[in-house]
């Protein structure tokens, strides 16, 4: 039995290496040559670029902007996409089927194609910005600007949401209902006290992963307003590819502050929110 057992053990990892491998390759390889080249400042090594950043009100405002594009876009997705899936779960097999590839398109529908087509919809001649400006609803809105930027980050995040929440709502089973029901709970009463609770860890779970999905947005920011919005994945764009700019050192410095960013909100919720959940 023992010698069975280390032979499927040794098979395990046999078949497990080819993804190690790839994880090493294309994440951990990357992450150690960011970290190291961050530390190169005029050819020596010390952490002015860190410093730099630190200091400065530019890129301190970069950081800002994009923590608070990504905490209304992650709210705004989470509210929106709960109520949606909740109405989906309570329709037939294949109607949810369809909705969920239509959303998992919808999600994977960024960068340039995005944008141009919030352009053509919400641009300065769009034709939703027109209908709503003729009617008064609509005055002055700037799409190529920080609330532009809101309503299309808005798109994806939602339909991430639903694709992100659904799978959860199994916690809330059909017995639970029912019990909650003769009980003599309503509708509202069972989402306040049994249904949102319930579903907590999973919904603070959806709303850390929508962040860190508009944290890490570059291509659908950049092809909307371009250099002009002041985020921290354009400006690392900018000292990466830029002609006047260009520092690549730099650019790796602001990329590991991003990566620290996101790994301690990541570390809060699985650290604090998880044990909570458990012992629930």
Not at 31 to 52: C, D, H, I, Q, W
Not at 190 to 215: D, E, H, K, Q, Y
Request: aromatic residues 12%; hydrophobic residues 55%; proline residues 4%.
């Amino acid at each position: 039995m023992i010698e069975i057992g280390k032979k499927s053990r040794a098979a395990a990892y046999a078949c497990a290496l080819p993804f190690l491998v790839v994880v090493f390759l294309f994440e951990i390889a990357p992450l150690l040559a960011v970290t190291g080249n961050s530390l190169f400042k005029g050819g020596a090594v010390s952490l002015g670029n860190y410093r730099e950043i630190l200091t400065s009100r530019f890129y301190l405002n970069a950081f800002k902007a994009s923590f608070a594009i990504s905490l209304a876009t992650a709210a705004i997705g989470l509210v929106l996409a709960l109520p949606t899936a909740v109405i989906l779960q309570r329709l037939p097999g294949r109607i949810q089927q369809f909705v969920l590839i239509c959303s998992n398109i919808g999600a994977n529908f960024t960068g340039f194609p995005l944008a141009f087509a919030f352009v053509i919809l919400m641009g300065v001649s769009g034709s939703f910005t027109l209908l709503l400006a003729r009617v008064g609803i609509l005055k002055d809105f700037n799409i190529y600007s920080n609330s532009g930027l809101v309503i299309v980050y808005s798109y994806f995040q939602v339909l991430l949401g639903i694709l992100l929440i659904f799978p959860g709502l199994g916690a809330v089973t059909r017995e639970v209902r029912e019990a909650a029901h003769l009980m003599g709970a309503g509708g509202y009463v069972f989402w306040r006290r049994i249904g949102l609770p319930i579903l907590a860890p999973s919904l603070i779970s959806v709303f850390i992963m929508l962040f860190a999905n508009a944290m890490g947005t570059y291509a659908t920011a950049w092809a909307l307003v371009g250099g002009s919005a002041n985020l921290v994945t354009i400006r690392i764009g900018e000292l990466t590819a830029g002609d006047v700019f260009s520092d690549p050192n730099l650019a790796n410095a602001l990329a590991m502050l991003l990566v620290v960013c996101l790994a301690v909100v990541i570390m809060i919720e699985q650290f604090v929110i998880k044990p909570r959940s458990r012992h629930a």
